[in-house]
C-alpha cells in the first residue's frame, strides 16, 4: 500500500514543537517505570538496582542517539517499523512493528494496573479485582481522549506531566532525611547481592524499558513541526532530565526503607513510592506521591496509546496490517479505528492482573526492537549520520546481550510471539501479491 502523499488529508498534520514533543517524551517515560518497575527489579537485585538504573541509563542513551539521528532523516509515523523497512528489509521492518506493538501494549498494561494499584493504596484497599476493574476503566477513557485527536492529547499531557514532575521531586526532597539515616545498612549491599552479575543485568534489563518512552518522539514524526531539527533536540533533552530524575528517586527510596520493602510493596499493592514515602518524616507526601503517579500512569497510558496508534497506522498503511486501521477521521486526521483497536488490545492484557509479568514480556520485545533501531541506524548513508557508527553498534550488542537475561519463559514466548508474527506476515505479503490492482 502506498504511503499518503505530503498534503494528503491522509497525512497527520503537524502540530507539536520541542517542548510538546519533550512532553510527550516525558510523559511516556515518567510513569510506570519509576513508581512501579523499580520495586520489581528491587526484588531481582536487591540495593544493587541503584546500579542497575545507572546501567539502563547508558544502553538508553546509545539506542536515543540512533533514534534520534533515524527521526531526523526520516521523519514519519512508525518508527522502527519504518526505519527497518528503508534501511534494512521489509521482514525486519515488520518485526520491528510487531515487537513494538507486543512491548508496548504490555507497558501499557502495567500502567493501567499500577495506575489502579496506587489509587486504591491511597484508598486503603488492595483488592485484585476491584484492581484490575479500575484499570480498565481508565484504558476506556484515555482511549476515547486519544480517539478525538492530537491536539487534545497534547494539552492533557502538559497538565500530567507537570503534576507528576512535581510529586517526584517532593519524593525526593522530603525523602533525603531519611535516606541519610537509613544509607549506611540499605546500601551497603550494592553490588554485592548473591546471585552477583546475572541479578544485576536482569534488573538492568528491566529497568531499560522505563527509559524507552523518548522513542514515541519518534515514533510521532509525522507529527512535529521542523522535525529534522526538533526530534533529536527533544529526545536528547527528554533523556537527560529522566536519567537524573530516576537516579534521584532511586537512590532516596533505597537508603530510605530498603531493597526488600520496595519489592514487598510492589507485588503486594503495585504502589512501592508511596508505602515508602509512608516513611518520611513528613508522611502526608505519600498523598501526593500516589497522586502524582495516578498522573503518571495516566500520561504513560495516553502516550502509549498514541505511540501504538502511530505504528498500528503505518502497518495498516503498508499492509501489514488491515488497511482500515489505516483510514484517518474528523477535521483532527486522527486513527481513530486504530486507536480503538490498541485500546482493546490494551485491555486483554490488562486482564493477567500481574504488573511483573507484563513489565518483563515488554523487557524483552522492546529489546529485540531497539536492536533493530541500532542496526538500522548503521544502515544510515554516511550524509545522514550525526553521529559515529560505534554509537548504535554499542546500543546493538548491548540491546541484544541484555535481552536474554529476563526469565527464560518470557524470552521464549517473545521469540514464540515473533514467530507467530513472521506467520502473519507471509500470509498478509502472499493475500497482497494475490490482490487484484486497485481501480
Known amino acids: 500500500m502506498p504511503m499518503p502523499a505530503p498534503g494528503s488529508t491522509q497525512t497527520l498534520a503537524r502540530v507539536v514543537g520541542v517542548p510538546g514533543a519533550v512532553l510527550m517524551g516525558l510523559g511516556s517515560i515518567l510513569g510506570t517505570g519509576i513508581f512501579v518497575s523499580i520495586g520489581i527489579a528491587a526484588g531481582v537485585a536487591g540495593s544493587s538496582v541503584v546500579l542497575a538504573v545507572a546501567l539502563a541509563a547508558a544502553v538508553a542513551a546509545f539506542n536515543a542517539l540512533s533514534s534520534a539521528e533515524l527521526a531526523a532523516s526520516h521523519p514519519v509515523s512508525g518508527g522502527t517499523y519504518e526505519y527497518g523497512y528503508r534501511y534494512l528489509n521489509p521482514t525486519l521492518g515488520f518485526v520491528a512493528g510487531w515487537t513494538f506493538l507486543s512491548a508496548k501494549a504490555a507497558s501499557a498494561a502495567t500502567a493501567a494496573l499500577g495506575l489502579a494499584g496506587y489509587l486504591l493504596n491511597a484508598l486503603g484497599r488492595s483488592d485484585p479485582a476491584a484492581r484490575i476493574l479500575l484499570a480498565l476503566a481508565a484504558i476506556a477513557v484515555l482511549t476515547a481522549l486519544v480517539a478525538g485527536g492530537m491536539q487534545r492529547s497534547n494539552r492533557a499531557n502538559a497538565i500530567?506531566?507537570?503534576?507528576?514532575?512535581?510529586?517526584?521531586?517532593?519524593?525526593?526532597?522530603?525523602?533525603?532525611?531519611?535516606?541519610?539515616?537509613?544509607a549506611a545498612v540499605h546500601l551497603r549491599g550494592i553490588g554485592a547481592q548473591d546471585d552477583g552479575l546475572p541479578a544485576l543485568l536482569q534488573a538492568t534489563a528491566l529497568m531499560f524499558v522505563a527509559y524507552t518512552g523518548y522513542g514515541r518522539i519518534a515514533t510521532l514524526g509525522e507529527e512535529i513541526r521542523a522535525p529534522e531539527r526538533s526530534i533529536p533536540r527533544a529526545i536528547v533533552v527528554t533523556l537527560l532530565v529522566t536519567m537524573l530524575l530516576y537516579v534521584a528517586v532511586t537512590a532516596v527510596a533505597i537508603a530510605a526503607s530498603g531493597a526488600p520493602r520496595l519489592a514487598e510493596?510492589?507485588?503486594?499493592?503495585?504502589?512501592?513510592?508511596?508505602?515508602?514515602?509512608?516513611?518520611?518524616r513528613a508522611p502526608a507526601v505519600a498523598w501526593l506521591v500516589a497522586a502524582g503517579a495516578v498522573t503518571a500512569m495516566l500520561g504513560v497510558l495516553l502516550?502509549?496509546?498514541?505511540?501504538?496508534?502511530?505504528?498500528l497506522l503505518a502497518m495498516a498503511r503498508r499492509g501489514d496490517m488491515p488497511g482500515a486501521l489505516a483510514r484517518l477521521d474528523g477535521t483532527q486526521r486522527s486513527p481513530r479505528r486504530a486507536v480503538l483497536c490498541v485500546g482493546a488490545v490494551i485491555a486483554a492484557l490488562t486482564l493477567t492482573g500481574s504488573v511483573r509479568t507484563t513489565w518483563s514480556f515488554?523487557?524483552?520485545?522492546?529489546?529485540?526492537?531497539?536492536?533493530?533501531?541500532?542496526?538500522?541506524?548503521?544502515?544510515?548513508?554516511?550524509?545522514?549520520r550525526r553521529f559515529p557508527p560505534a554509537v548504535p553498534a554499542t546500543g546493538l550488542v548491548s540491546c541484544l546481550a541484555l535481552a536474554f537475561w529476563v526469565e527464560p519463559v518470557i524470552w521464549i514466548g517473545g521469540l514464540a510471539l515473533i514467530g507467530s508474527g513472521l506467520v502473519w506476515h507471509g500470509i498478509a505479503r502472499r493475500w497482497r501479491a494475490g490482490a487484484p490492482p486497485a481501480s
Do not use: E, H, Q
Open 303 to 311: 502516550n502509549l496509546l498514541l505511540g501504538l496508534s502511530r505504528v
Open 362 to 384: 515488554s523487557a524483552f520485545t522492546v529489546l529485540i526492537y531497539y536492536a533493530l533501531t541500532n542496526l538500522a541506524a548503521l544502515r544510515l548513508p554516511a550524509t545522514a
Open 265 to 280: 510493596a510492589t507485588g503486594g499493592a503495585a504502589a512501592p513510592l508511596a508505602v515508602v514515602a509512608r516513611s518520611f
Open 160 to 182: 500530567i506531566v507537570s503534576l507528576t514532575l512535581l510529586a517526584l521531586l517532593a519524593f525526593v526532597l522530603a525523602g533525603i532525611p531519611s535516606a541519610l539515616d537509613g
